[in-house]
């Protein structure tokens, strides 16, 4: 079974649209995160989240917002979509970081084209 | 701010090749060191880690060695496979709450 889910696998979306990307983890992790992988920048780090709280942020644009509705939930919303956004989106988790050296699990990822 | 560097971007081997994938890092203290794997269509997934000096970590016949002298982490297998290829990631534990990640090397094994 898959531990941690990304809705959808793959997303096409016009310019200037908005998007939600869905991500659950069912590994009873309390930290969450966002990368996003281009061909520009292979793995970038977005956000990182620990008990449904914003640790940190290193995404520039307000453009990128995450909703933690659950504290296995982590999805991404994305407004004014432009075509400089397409990658791969992927969700991780780990058990919370203020305590050892936690693996990170990553997603299956949403690959996000933006026309 | 802290830093992976990897140098090699692609790396193409027959069978049974000797594998090195460089890896150095710019951080303070002692941070947490880890190479992932990352298959094509998948997230990348943890090979293994290294938290102290001298450390070595290794699974499935891959291992580094954290060496805080030269502030590096290569990662190295004597005898590549086929199914060996993939991206490798080198990434460090910066701060409580994120990871940094080299840019990624290709690795290409041929039968």
């Known amino acids: 079974d898959p531990k941690i889910i990304q809705k959808p696998k793959y997303l096409v979306a016009v310019t200037g649209s908005e998007k939600i990307l869905i991500c659950e983890q069912y590994l009873g992790h309390n930290a969450m995160y966002w990368y996003r992988q281009s061909a520009k920048k292979p793995l970038e780090f977005m956000f990182s989240y620990s008990y449904q709280k914003l640790m940190d942020n290193q995404t520039a644009s307000s453009r990128f917002q995450p909703q933690s509705s659950k504290k296995n939930h982590l999805d991404l919303q994305i407004t004014a979509l432009k075509p400089d956004d397409s990658a791969t989106y992927f969700c991780a988790s780990s058990q919370d970081q203020d305590w050892g050296d936690a693996e990170q699990f990553f997603g299956p990822g949403t690959r996000l084209t933006v026309l | 701010g802290d830093s992976v560097t990897q140098t090699e971007g692609q790396v193409a081997l027959s069978e049974e090749d000797f594998l090195t994938i460089h890896c150095n890092y710019s951080?303070?203290?002692?941070?947490?060191l880890f190479w992932y794997v990352q298959y094509p269509g998948e997230g990348p997934q943890l090979l293994f880690r290294a938290s102290r000096d001298k450390e070595k970590g290794s699974s499935r016949g891959f291992e580094a060695t954290y060496d805080k002298g030269t502030t590096s982490f290569h990662l190295r297998k004597a005898s590549v496979q086929e199914s060996d290829s993939a991206v490798y990631y080198c990434?460090?534990?910066?701060?409580?709450?994120?990871?940094?990640f080299g840019a990624g090397t290709r690795l290409k094994v041929i039968a």
């Open positions: 990434a460090l534990k910066s701060g409580n709450y994120k990871y940094v």
């Open positions: 951080a303070s203290g002692y941070p947490t």
